[in-house]
């Protein structure tokens, strides 16, 4: 059993671990072995029904004798026992064109479930790289804070050794105060982060949680850059599940609808059975009934047949069936195309968003190295007296703000590159 409170979690872990856990991925999983079951039934239909049955009949008063047909008012019972097959010939098609239709929504289900996966996996990465945000966000805040203590001490010994008004003690105190809160504000919104990732992860009695860090040094992929959208989006709808998901429903839409037009054509079936029966009025030349077992030996009657259905006219249900069902092909090839749609338009943002981030990284780095530049210089003016608190607090401030900025585009430069990734059909996630 992991030791969560000691143990650092990489993402690949916390994504194993959700998988494993997301009782939401059960809903799917049951789905699916619903299809699955409706597939081999619609396979199993094919065989012969076979069924048997008994009867047992008191009778009253008047009634006909069944051995003669005569009119009798004496009470008796009788036994009757039947076994009777029925196999279907011919029926337009329909239990293929089924099969074939529930087979492929078997195989939709199957592509969905494993969609599911890749959202809750993007969502696990989405909260992993939350977490390595704000414990980047709490570090700068330390940093801060630690400036602010020595600038805090450095003002009090001035005060001590008269160098500086006693108003200046308060000045520095009140940026003390400000960091110190930011700082509380970093540790909560980390907080709030590792809670997340527990809840994604469904990691029950936890806390806190401890992630190994996957942040990469953000580079420009001259193979990413280069590539188009449309390539790209070539090689996603082959590999998508969502979409092939679709397309299978398209297919099965397709069989429904060739499974309906099969009941217009005329069924031809072959049935046959087998029976016996056992009647108290049947008796031999002594009056007394038969036994049980010479009946049930001398009643035996045996059929075979051929059964022909033409339909005719059924208040006009099986053309509306068909129509029906065309209605439903239509609209399954409607969703096919919003989701290669949708599909298109999110690897065309994806390509914008990667280039744009390449270029704002490599200048929030100039920008972020500039303002501690800045700050450096403020501080050491600071020291000597050439500036007031507030300048120097603005320059720091700004340093912090560029440093948050530089670390939040590197964040999000390196999900996009996962998920651009992801859809190049890269192996981003270990997931069957």
């Given at each position: 059993?992991?030791?969560?409170?000691q143990?650092?979690?990489?993402?690949?872990?916390?994504?194993?671990?959700?998988?494993?856990?997301?009782?939401?991925l059960?809903?799917?999983?049951?789905?699916?072995?619903?299809?699955?079951?409706?597939?081999?039934?619609?396979?199993?239909?094919?065989?012969?029904s076979?069924?048997?049955?008994?009867?047992?009949?008191?009778?009253?008063?008047?009634?006909?004798d069944?051995n003669d047909?005569?009119?009798?008012?004496?009470?008796?019972?009788s036994?009757?026992?039947?076994?009777n097959a029925?196999?279907?010939?011919?029926?337009?098609?329909q239990?293929?064109?089924?099969?074939?239709a529930?087979?492929?929504?078997y195989?939709?289900?199957q592509e969905?479930?494993?969609?599911?996966?890749?959202?809750?996996?993007?969502?696990?990465?989405?909260?992993?790289?939350?977490?390595?945000?704000?414990?980047g966000?709490?570090?700068?805040?330390?940093?801060q804070?630690?400036?602010?203590?020595?600038?805090y001490?450095?003002?009090?010994?001035?005060?001590?050794?008269?160098?500086?008004?006693?108003?200046?003690?308060?000045?520095?105190?009140?940026?003390?105060?400000?960091?110190?809160?930011?700082?509380?504000?970093?540790?909560?919104q980390?907080?709030?982060?590792?809670?997340?990732l527990?809840?994604?992860?469904?990691?029950?009695?936890?806390?806190?949680?401890?992630?190994?860090?996957?942040?990469?040094?953000?580079?420009?992929?001259?193979n990413?850059?280069?590539?188009?959208?449309?390539?790209?989006?070539?090689?996603?709808?082959?590999?998508?599940p969502?979409?092939?998901?679709?397309?299978?429903r398209?297919?099965?839409?397709q069989?429904q609808?060739?499974?309906?037009?099969?009941?217009?054509?005329?069924?031809?079936?072959?049935?046959?059975?087998?029976?016996?029966?056992?009647?108290?009025?049947?008796?031999?030349s002594?009056?007394?009934?038969?036994?049980?077992?010479?009946?049930?030996r001398?009643?035996?009657?045996?059929?075979?047949?051929?059964?022909?259905?033409?339909?005719?006219?059924?208040?006009?249900?099986?053309?509306?069936?068909i129509k029906?069902?065309?209605?439903?092909?239509?609209?399954?090839?409607?969703?096919?195309?919003?989701q290669?749609?949708?599909?298109?338009?999110?690897?065309?943002?994806?390509?914008?968003?990667?280039?744009?981030?390449?270029?704002e990284?490599?200048?929030?780095t100039?920008?972020?190295?500039?303002?501690e530049?800045?700050?450096?210089?403020?501080?050491?003016?600071?020291?000597?007296?050439?500036?007031?608190?507030?300048?120097?607090?603005?320059?720091?401030?700004l340093?912090?703000?560029?440093?948050?900025?530089?670390?939040?585009?590197?964040?999000?430069?390196e999900i996009?590159?996962?998920?651009?990734?992801f859809?190049?059909?890269?192996?981003?996630?270990?997931?069957?």
């Amino acid at each position: 059993m992991r030791v969560q409170a000691q143990e650092k979690w990489t993402l690949d872990e916390c994504v194993a671990y959700a998988l494993e856990h997301n009782l939401q991925l059960n809903d799917f999983k049951y789905t699916t072995q619903s299809d699955r079951e409706s597939y081999r039934q619609s396979v199993r239909d094919l065989l012969p029904s076979v069924n048997a049955y008994s009867e047992y009949n008191i009778r009253f008063g008047r009634s006909i004798d069944p051995n003669d047909n005569s009119i009798i008012t004496t009470d008796f019972f009788s036994n009757n026992y039947n076994l009777n097959a029925n196999v279907d010939l011919f029926r337009g098609f329909q239990k293929l064109n089924t099969i074939k239709a529930t087979k492929f929504l078997y195989k939709a289900t199957q592509e969905e479930t494993l969609q599911e996966k890749y959202l809750l996996a993007f969502r696990v990465m989405q909260a992993f790289y939350n977490i390595e945000f704000f414990e980047g966000l709490v570090a700068i805040s330390k940093e801060q804070l630690a400036v602010s203590q020595s600038n805090y001490d450095l003002v009090k010994r001035q005060i001590e050794l008269g160098l500086k008004a006693g108003a200046d003690l308060y000045e520095a105190e009140s940026l003390l105060l400000t960091d110190k809160l930011n700082l509380t504000q970093s540790k909560n919104q980390l907080v709030a982060a590792q809670l997340k990732l527990i809840q994604e992860m469904n990691l029950e009695d936890a806390k806190s949680i401890t992630i190994q860090p996957e942040m990469a040094e953000v580079k420009d992929d001259t193979n990413i850059s280069e590539v188009q959208s449309d390539s790209i989006f070539t090689e996603a709808k082959n590999f998508m599940p969502i979409v092939k998901a679709q397309e299978l429903r398209a297919d099965a839409a397709q069989k429904q609808v060739a499974a309906a037009r099969g009941e217009l054509f005329p069924s031809i079936s072959l049935f046959g059975g087998y029976g016996t029966g056992f009647y108290e009025t049947t008796r031999d030349s002594l009056g007394e009934t038969v036994p049980f077992s010479d009946q049930f030996r001398d009643n035996t009657f045996r059929f075979v047949g051929l059964s022909l259905n033409v339909p005719i006219s059924n208040g006009w249900s099986g053309r509306s069936k068909i129509k029906q069902q065309k209605i439903a092909r239509l609209r399954a090839q409607n969703n096919l195309d919003i989701q290669k749609q949708q599909l298109y338009q999110t690897v065309q943002t994806l390509v914008q968003d990667y280039n744009s981030l390449v270029v704002e990284y490599e200048q929030s780095t100039q920008k972020m190295e500039a303002q501690e530049l800045a700050f450096t210089i403020a501080q050491k003016r600071y020291e000597k007296g050439l500036i007031n608190a507030l300048e120097l607090f603005q320059a720091k401030n700004l340093f912090a703000s560029a440093q948050n900025e530089n670390l939040q585009v590197r964040l999000s430069s390196e999900i996009n590159k996962s998920t651009l990734d992801f859809y190049r059909g890269l192996p981003v996630f270990d997931i069957e």
